[in-house]
């Protein structure tokens, strides 16, 4: 009788993931509201309802901080930021999926 070798285990590839409508969707909505907010952060600090608020009247300090230019163009900043990471998200959204790339066979 010949003894019988243990054979190593074999793990199957793992499948790429899946992309569902679903996944779609909560990526379209992110890049609106990312695009949105970003849009806002960019233009508001800038306008004059900037002031005419109740955040700048809580003490002299923070209003002076509110109405400072530089913490505007940081919030502008982050609104820029915020736009790119839109556009990236864009981009992303409309890459090929790596299983449906042709691969020329050489």
């Known amino acids: 009788m010949q ?8 793990e199957a590839p ?7 409508w679903f996944h779609r969707l909560a990526s379209l909505l992110f ?6 907010v970003g849009v806002f952060l960019l233009v508001f600090p800038w306008m004059d309802y900037w002031n005419n608020n109740s955040i700048a009247s809580f003490a002299p300090w923070v209003r002076t901080i509110w109405e400072s230019s530089y913490f505007r163009g940081a919030l502008s900043g982050l609104g820029i ?3 790119f990471i839109s ?3 864009v981009l992303r959204l409309r ?9 020329p066979v050489l």
């Open 3 to 10: 003894p019988v070798e243990p054979q190593p285990f074999v």
């Open 14 to 20: 793992p499948e790429p993931p899946r992309i569902t």
């Open 31 to 36: 890049i609106i509201v990312c695009f949105e």
């Open 81 to 83: 930021v915020n736009i």
């Open 87 to 89: 556009l990236g998200e």
């Open 95 to 103: 890459r090929p999926r790596v299983d449906r790339l042709k691969v």
